[in-house]
C-alpha cells in the first residue's frame, strides 16, 4: 500500500547494484553535491520504500538489473511510494516497446551504459524543477560548465568514445582497475588509451593527460595536438 505522502522532499534515490557502475553513479552525485542515498538490492529498497519517516526523494534513478528484482515489481513499488518523484529508469534494453510501457506508467528510460556525469547534470536540472531555483544555481553552474568544458576538451583532443568514458570515470573517482571492469577490458588496455590520450595531450604518460584536462578546465590554452 502506498505510503502517505511527505510534505517535504530532497535528493536524489539511486537504485542501483554495488558493482562499479553502481558506484561510479553514486560518486558522481555525490561530487555534483547532491545529497543521495544508495539502496543496492531489492530488500533495501523495500526497506527504504517503507521509511515514511524520511523526505521522498525529488528523483529517483532505477536500474532495471537489480538483482533478483523483477521490472513488474520494482516499478509499481517506486512508483507507489514515491509519487512525486521524477523516474527515471536504467535500461540496457533499447527495446522501443519496453520504453514506450515505462512511459505509459510515468516513468522516463536511459539506455545503459551511461555516462554518471551526464547523469549527475540530469539530476540536478530535475532537482531544479522541485526547488527554489537560487538553492541549486551554483551547483547547477559548475555542473554545466564541467560537461561543457569536458565536451570541449574531448573535440580538441580529438578523444575517442572509449578515451572519453575513460577520463570521466577517473575524473568520478575511480581507479584504472574499477575502469577495466566496467569498460569490460584489462587493464593494460585502459592504459594504452591513457597513453595514447597523452600523445594527443602532447605528453606520454596518464598524468599529463589529467594535467592537461585541469589546464583547460582553469581556462589556459593548452597546447593543441593532432595526434
Known amino acids: 500500500m502506498p505510503r502517505e505522502v511527505e510534505s517535504s522532499s530532497r535528493g536524489v534515490l539511486l537504485i ?14 555525490e561530487a555534483a553535491t547532491i545529497d543521495v542515498e544508495w539502496t543496492r538490492t531489492l530488500p533495501e529498497l ?11 526523494p525529488e528523483v529517483v534513478f532505477l536500474d532495471l538489473e537489480l538483482p533478483d528484482a523483477a521490472v513488474e515489481e520494482v ?19 533499447a527495446n522501443g516497446e519496453a520504453a514506450a510501457r515505462l512511459l505509459g506508467q510515468g516513468v522516463a528510460s ?10 549527475a547534470g540530469l539530476a540536478l536540472r530535475l532537482s531544479m524543477g522541485a526547488r527554489s531555483p537560487s538553492a541549486w544555481n551554483g551547483t547547477a553552474r559548475r555542473g554545466a560548465h564541467l560537461e561543457s568544458v569536458f565536451s570541449s576538451y574531448a573535440v580538441d583532443r580529438v578523444l575517442s568514445k572509449q578515451q572519453q568514458m575513460i577520463l570521466r570515470l577517473y575524473l568520478n573517482g575511480m581507479n584504472d582497475k574499477e575502469i577495466a571492469q566496467i569498460c569490460r577490458c584489462s587493464e593494460a588496455t585502459v592504459y594504452e588509451h591513457w597513453r ?24 589556459l590554452s593548452p597546447r593543441s595536438s593532432t595526434v
Open 16 to 29: 542501483a547494484d554495488g558493482g562499479p557502475a553502481g558506484l561510479s553513479l553514486h560518486r558522481a552525485l
Open 46 to 56: 523495500k526497506e527504504r520504500a517503507a521509511r515514511g519517516d524520511l523526505p521522498t
Open 75 to 93: 516499478v509499481p513499488l517506486v512508483r507507489g511510494n514515491f509519487p512525486l518523484a521524477a523516474v527515471i529508469a536504467l535500461s540496457g534494453d
Open 110 to 119: 536511459l539506455t545503459k551504459p551511461i555516462s554518471p556525469l551526464a547523469l
Open 196 to 219: 595514447r590520450m597523452a600523445r594527443k595531450a602532447g605528453g606520454s604518460q596518464k598524468g599529463d593527460v589529467i594535467s592537461d584536462f585541469h589546464r583547460f578546465l582553469a581556462g
